[in-house]
Nanobody
Framework: QVQLVESGGGLVQPGGSLRLSCEVSASIFSIYDMAWYRQAPGKQRGLVARIGTGGTLNYADSVKGRFTISRDNAKNMVYLQMNSLKPEETAVYYC????????WGQGTQVTVAS
């Protein structure tokens, strides 16, 4: 069974940066589109950024120009570089494959506060 392990979250001040990492235990990782999602308290989980198998990138409008998704197929890793973070982006961040979702990992908490 595929496992997703997110890491890299923490407490950061508004305007700060964080880099999230996601390790995927899938045997053929490179064939899957991957995405980052987030879920704030009391809200539904929503897609933040997506990277295709060929490197196509898609972002939620609210994060365009500030967040960058990337992947390393050799390491089965997906990353999310987050810059200029805002308090309203406080949430648990998760990764998954949007077209073939696996069981969700525990996510990584990102708290943006002064």
């Amino acid at each position: 069974q595929v496992q997703l392990v997110e890491s890299g979250g923490g407490l950061v001040q508004p305007g700060g940066s964080l880099r999230l990492s996601c390790e995927v235990s899938a045997s053929i990782f490179s064939i899957y589109d991957m995405a980052w999602y987030r879920q704030a308290p009391g809200k539904q989980r929503g897609l933040v950024a997506r990277i295709g198998t060929g490197g196509t990138l898609n972002y939620a409008d609210s994060v365009k120009g500030r967040f960058t998704i990337s992947r390393d197929n050799a390491k089965n890793m997906v990353y999310l570089q987050m810059n200029s973070l805002k308090p309203e982006e406080t949430a648990v961040y998760y990764c998954n494959a949007p077209l073939n979702p696996w069981p969700w990992g525990q996510g990584t908490q990102v708290t943006v506060a002064s």
